[in-house]
């Protein structure tokens, strides 16, 4: 049977069961844009940047654990991709992109809307393709698919020239997985493995330092096992929240630089430190000269290519963390000895979060009455910036993939997108977006891809007039020299989603606050609330560059 190109990419979509990608059609991806209209089983969502798109394909994924697909045009719809393709690459997201380009002949001749996008994108992605036979074409995108999850996730990027869109041949489709030349390894060395259960039998205080990989590898459940059997405290990175319940007496919750007081400092004084499926990045350890002097590492991970990458591993253990939790649970005997039991508690119990306790309206009590309100039936996807490290810090988390947020990139402008993404791929949750009036200017214009599709994200602006990290930062290591960081002359965002043609109330106290969310939470439709808090409000704790993560700055501040 023969096909052309955009049919073959049209039935390679339904064949990996794709049920939604997000784009913006141009010249140079028409053609496909023309069959998808005639064609395509799956759902396309109209955005309106390409920013937006690939981001809201990051939402769905992290939300679904499914890929993420996403169309953009040449030229600038290509590289309005950039960012977010980044962003996917830095926390492991799987996505698949599809951009329009030139015909092959015009390909290095500066054509109109003609851009090297893989060469742009190669460091940012896991591979790239520039597909200039229209017979590698099915192939090309069934082992895109396949690069894009399995192994460490990432984005995957598919360049399609006009004229390859157009050419037909033979259609056939490689229905098992065939690619020899990518074999990750998923089952860790057995010695090791039994190397670390004996190193963590001899442990006096030992922690685990759970990253983004336990929820990756949908590992939750046996790290619970293990948790379960062996009485060892966990902390986990900004990436790894839910993958343990915080409300359990084993969890100390976020560490590094806003990290609660009992995750650094509990840490700090580990003498073997189990690693699972982290990076050991700067804003979690810190220097990584003084991280934890006195433990021993045991690092599991996937990739190869982090191990002892930062921080060097005394026990490496490369492999798929569902597998390799398993077989360590088999092997460990420990039972954590009750003085670092009795430590952790009071840890715990003598060092909470506290903050202001007043009649304004103050962003940690938001966080808290959302949660109050939601608990374990909510999906959180934050932007970027002081409003993220306090959701991190007061809404606690109990299950996996039930917190979106921008970690490696720091992406301000994620937060609206990949929150509709999240949405769509899972319509039976409730989906709260919290941003700051910053980032959510980044990419405002989404607010119209929600409310004119009817995605009931609710939208909690955490309004303080500044750019509010750069501006705290500014405040305590720049003397308060406020460089560029007011946002005055930013809208009434709830006049502005009014204008779109949603919903949207501004509040300034707690008690609108309340009836606000009572009234989001009885609604099942877009809902936006635009919160004016203290204008200097700051996250603590914090460790500041260059110092041990248990030196905090704030703590026990009220």
């Known amino acids: 049977m023969k096909l052309s190109g955009t049919e073959i990419v049209v039935e390679c979509l339904n064949r990996e069961k794709v049920e939604v990608v997000f784009g913006i059609p141009g010249g140079a991806i028409m053609p496909l844009y023309d069959t998808i209209y005639q064609k395509a ?49 830095l926390d492991s997201i799987p996505i698949v992109a599809f951009t329009g380009q030139v015909i092959s002949p015009f390909i290095g001749t500066d054509a109109f809307q003609e851009v090297d996008i893989t060469g742009i994108t190669l460091p940012i992605t896991k591979h790239n393709y520039l597909v200039m036979n229209i017979k590698d074409l ?73 990253g983004g990989g336990v929820i990756t590898s949908n590992a939750s459940e ?153 608990k374990d039936d909510a999906i959180v996807v934050t932007d970027v910036g002081q409003h993220q490290m306090w959701a991190a810090q007061y809404y606690k988390f109990s299950h996996p993939r039930s917190f979106i947020t921008s970690g490696g990139l720091g992406t301000m402008g994620f937060g ?57 930062w500014q405040e305590l290591f720049f003397e308060k020299r406020y460089s560029q960081t007011s946002l005055e002359g930013s809208p009434d965002f709830a006049k502005v989603a009014q204008a779109y043609g949603g919903k949207g109330v501004r509040v300034a106290n707690r008690d609108d606050f309340d009836i606000a969310l009572t009234q989001a939470l009885s609604e099942k439709t877009f809902f936006l609330i635009d919160c004016l808090i203290p204008s200097e409000e700051n996250v603590f704790p914090m460790v500041a560059p260059g110092e041990p993560i248990n030196k905090m700055l704030g703590v026990n501040r009220v």
């Open 41 to 89: 089983s799956f759902t396309h969502l109209l955005t309106k940047h390409e920013q937006g798109a690939v981001h809201a394909a990051d939402g769905y994924a992290r939300a679904t654990g499914k890929v993420g697909v996403c169309f953009a045009t040449s030229g600038p719809g290509a590289t309005n991709l950039v960012t977010g393709l980044a962003n996917a690459y």
């Open 222 to 374: 046996e790290l619970r096992i293990f948790i379960q059997k062996t009485n060892i405290p966990v902390t986990t990175t900004l990436m790894g929240l839910g993958c343990y319940p915080e409300e359990d007496s084993l969890a100390l919750g976020m560490l590094g630089m806003h990290g609660l007081f009992s995750a650094n400092t509990a840490i700090s004084e580990a003498d073997i430190i189990l690693a699972l499926g982290t990076r050991f990045d700067d804003r979690v350890i810190g220097n990584a000269k003084i991280f934890c002097p006195d433990a021993k590492f045991i690092h599991i991970d996937i990739d190869p290519a982090e191990i002892s990458k930062n921080v060097r591993a005394d026990i490496p253990i490369v492999g798929d963390l569902k597998y390799v939790l398993t077989k360590l649970t088999q092997f460990v005997e420990l039972r954590t000895e009750k003085e670092w039991l009795e430590r952790i508690a009071c840890l715990k119990e003598n060092n909470p979060l506290q903050y202001k306790q007043d009649d304004q309206l103050r962003p940690q009590y938001i966080i808290e009455k959302l949660y109050e309100q939601t």
């Open 416 to 472: 609206l997108p990949a929150a509709i993404g999240a949405q769509v791929g899972c319509p039976e949750k409730r989906v709260f977006c919290i941003a700051g009036d910053g980032g959510f200017q980044m990419n405002i214009q989404e607010l119209a891809t929600a409310i004119y599709n009817k995605i009931s994200v609710v939208v909690l602006i955490i309004n303080n007039g500044y750019l509010g990290m750069v501006r705290q």
């Open 138 to 210: 099915s192939a090309t995108i069934r082992e895109a698919f396949y690069l894009a999850k399995n192994g460490r996730p990432g984005p995957v990027l598919i360049d399609l020239p006009k004229d390859v869109q157009a050419a037909q041949t033979e259609f056939s489709y490689l229905e098992k997985d065939n690619f020899s030349d990518y074999r990750p390894t998923l089952k860790g060395n057995l010695n090791q493995i039994k190397k670390a259960a004996l190193a963590l039998e001899k442990a006096k205080r030992p922690v685990i330092y759970a």
